[in-house]
């Protein structure tokens, strides 16, 4: 079965701090990938995507992804993170349903910044 | 509100009782999806409706769970028999199109089995 892993359930990291969180996904076919972030009280929102083109895609809040075909990665990075990027981090990938797609989300990683 | 809206944002129930969440999704949004997440877990799919498509069905825990959708309007998930490993919270995201779309949540409804 189709399946997204992010190895890194709980970071913890001091304001500048570099980031970079895993995700790793089975499904061979034409990728879509996603980030999607949980603030703490808010809903679930895109961070960034990638469909095609160049493998490294940038997002909102300074945030970067970059898509490697051959290692069946789509890690998430920021140079310096701040307190306010303290969320919960989910890496998604659509993969084939009965008539169209649908995504499938990784287990999530917890980022806790401290200042 | 032009968001997608949960009701309730709370429940709790007894063991053994059926409980029914709601979702209003996005006008014009076609594909509707259900997630269940539990504490300190990620999303699990439940289910998926695109449009008048069959939905899929394929992430639904057991036949105690059930959900309807009619064309693009409200969906509702119905839990029957609740059992305490069903306390999570249950969230709803639309999308405009088919699944590489990006996805527009809910604030989710928390459900706790007592």
Do not use: M
Not at chain 1, 24 to 48: C, E
Not at chain 2, 10 to 29: A, F, M, Q, Y
């Amino acid at each position: 079965a189709q399946s997204v892993s992010q190895h890194n359930h709980h970071v913890i990291l001091s304001e500048a701090a570099s980031l970079e969180l895993g995700c790793n996904y089975s499904y061979g076919g034409t990728v879509n990938l996603f980030w999607y972030v949980q603030y703490p009280g808010q809903h679930l929102q895109l961070l960034l995507k990638y469909f095609s083109g160049d493998p490294l895609v940038k997002g909102i809040k300074g945030f970067e992804a970059e898509f490697i075909k051959s290692k069946f990665s789509f890690n998430l990075r920021k140079p310096s993170v701040q307190w306010s990027d303290t969320a919960e981090y989910f890496c998604a990938v659509p993969v084939p349903s009965y008539n169209t797609d649908k995504l499938i989300f990784g287990t999530g990683t917890r980022l806790q910044v401290f200042p | 509100g032009a968001g997608v809206s949960q009701s309730p944002s709370n429940k709790v129930t007894e063991k053994g009782k059926d409980v029914e969440l709601r979702c209003d999704p996005i006008s014009g949004h076609t594909a509707l999806y259900w997630y269940r997440q539990r504490l300190g877990q990620g999303l699990e799919f439940l289910i998926y409706f695109q449009g008048n498509s069959a939905p899929d069905k394929s992430g639904l825990p057991s036949d105690r769970f059930s959900a309807e959708r009619t064309g693009e309007s409200v969906s509702t998930l119905t839990i029957q028999r609740t059992q305490q490993e069903d306390s999570a919270v249950y969230l709803c995201a639309t999308t405009p199109g088919g699944g590489a779309d990006t996805q527009y949540f809910g604030p989710g409804t928390r459900l706790t089995v007592l």
